[in-house]
T-cell receptor, first 116, second 110 residues
Framework: GAVVSQHPSRVICKSGTSVKIECRSLDFQATTMFWYRQFPKQSLMLMATSNEGSKATYEQGVEKDKFLINHASLTLSTLTVTSAHPEDSSFYIC????????????FGPGTRLTVT | DAKTTQPPSMDCAEGRAANLPCNHSTISGNEYVYWYRQIHSQGPQYIIHGLKNNETNEMASLIITEDRKSSTLILPHATLRDTAVYYCIVRSYNNNDMRFGAGTRLTVKP
């Protein structure tokens, strides 16, 4: 089956710094990737949809200048949390889908971000 | 996309079938039912999806009622490793994004 990886799996950063999370589709080309955030004991919340070669579409309430998304190739999307604060500490999960209508999404293993 | 309603939690004995219900009474004709699960601190895992016919794969069976307003995910022989949060999601065929509800926390007990 299709595999999506994320790097790093865990990251601790200091308040005010930026951190980049990578999402890769390992064995398929993903024209669309998605970024989710999950707080403890809560469900996944869609943050943004990332299309290869174009600007990401952000969900309402998600600051585009704080969560920078780049989808430069068909196998790589990155999420940069800029000027991180403790409230940005969360589990960030990406997913990717093949360019076939109705195809299921394949999720990465997630990145645990802790901002101190 | 149509909203879904799932019980917040369920228990199941190891080796028995786990039947997880999902209500999606506002589903429209071009919307599919997808099931994912999330084991603690991992990314969601695809299980199965269907439109109107019952579906079966190596992981589970999906039973969709004739009026398509509800469905049931069946894990035929639950194991302790099936303990997870199970999400039922309704999504139109041409819409790629997946929006998660609260899901059902299934606990398989020995």
């Amino acid at each position: 089956g299709a595999v999506v990886s994320q790097h790093p799996s865990r990251v601790i950063c200091k308040s005010g710094t930026s951190v980049k999370i990578e999402c890769r589709s390992l064995d398929f080309q993903a024209t669309t990737m998605f970024w989710y955030r999950q707080f403890p004991k809560q469900s996944l919340m869609l943050m943004a949809t990332s299309n290869e070669g174009s600007k990401a579409t952000y969900e309402q309430g998600v600051e585009k200048d704080k969560f920078l998304i780049n989808h430069a190739s068909l196998t790589l999307s990155t999420l940069t949390v800029t000027s991180a604060h403790p409230e940005d500490s969360s589990f960030y999960i990406c997913s990717a889908t093949q360019p076939i209508a109705g195809r299921e999404q394949y999720f990465g293993p997630g990145t645990r971000l802790t901002v101190t | 996309d149509a909203k879904t309603t799932q019980p917040p939690s369920m228990d199941c004995a190891e080796g028995r079938a786990a039947n997880l219900p999902c209500n999606h009474s506002t589903i429209s004709g071009n919307e599919y039912v997808y099931w994912y699960r999330q084991i603690h601190s991992q990314g969601p895992q695809y299980i199965i999806h269907g439109l109107k016919n019952n579906e079966t794969n190596e992981m589970a069976s999906l039973i969709i009622t004739e009026d398509r307003k509800s469905s049931t995910l069946i894990l035929p022989h639950a194991t302790l490793r099936d303990t997870a949060v199970y999400y039922c999601i309704v999504r139109s065929y041409n819409n790629n994004d997946m929006r998660f509800g609260a899901g059902t926390r299934l606990t398989v007990k020995p």
